[in-house]
Each structure stands twice: as structure tokens, then as C-alpha cells.
Nanobody, 120 residues
């Protein structure tokens, strides 16, 4: 499985961005996908996840983004999105796409990351 993120950039506080994660390869093996982020000097943290197989479409968000971010997926395009609204400077980070495979028993894949910078 290969994951390619896009859509990052520089935005003012209060603005919006939409990140995309295009999956290719053995996408049939993916059972869940998610977005993580890593700010300078901090550990990578979970932002949002979505199940793909059992309980398909169920989502989970970290508290700091609830009500502002929306995770979604276009199955026909094998693409996952993260709509980010009401952005805050503390959302500044490199955002990574993640895919879990084979019900958690297979490899976990990561994209290369896309930078999101929110200016105050």
C-alpha cells in the first residue's frame, strides 16, 4: 500500500484546509485509515480515524479537533480526506496519513507527510 498526502499549506487562524490521502496498491487489505500530526519538538499524535471494513465509516476524533475537523473517504477514488475548519496556530504540524491492514494483523503504512502552518 502506498499513501500520498496533499493539500497542506499556510493559512491564517480561522481559515480552512482540506488534506487528501490517495491510497494505491493492495487497498483491499486496508481496514482502517487515519490522520496523525507531529508538531516540532512533540510526539506524533492521533487526529482522526475511520474504519473501512467492519463498522465501516465509524469515526473518531481527538478532543482538540472535535467540531472543527471532519474525516471522510471517497471509496471510488481510494482517497481519504481531512477537512480542517476554524484552524488555530496550535494545529500547525506535519500531518501524516496512516493505513492499517488485515484487521490489525498486517503492516501499518504511512504517507510522507504534508506541512500545515497556521499563522496567528
Amino acid at each position: 500500500v502506498q499513501l500520498v498526502e496533499s493539500g497542506g499549506g499556510l493559512v491564517q487562524a480561522g481559515g480552512s484546509l482540506r488534506l487528501s490521502c490517495a491510497a494505491s496498491g493492495s487497498t483491499f487489505s486496508i481496514n482502517a485509515m487515519g490522520w496523525y500530526r507531529q508538531a516540532p519538538g512533540k510526539q506524533r499524535e492521533l487526529v482522526a480515524t475511520m474504519t473501512i471494513t467492519s463498522g465501516a465509516g465509524s469515526t473518531m476524533y481527538t478532543d482538540s479537533v472535535k467540531g472543527r475537523f471532519i474525516i471522510s473517504r471517497d471509496n471510488a477514488k481510494n482517497t481519504m480526506y481531512l477537512q480542517m475548519n476554524s484552524l488555530k496556530p496550535e494545529d500547525t504540524a506535519v500531518y501524516y496519513c496512516n493505513a492499517k491492514t488485515l484487521g490489525g494483523w498486517g503492516p501499518v503504512y504511512w504517507g510522507q507527510g504534508t506541512q500545515v502552518t497556521v499563522s496567528s
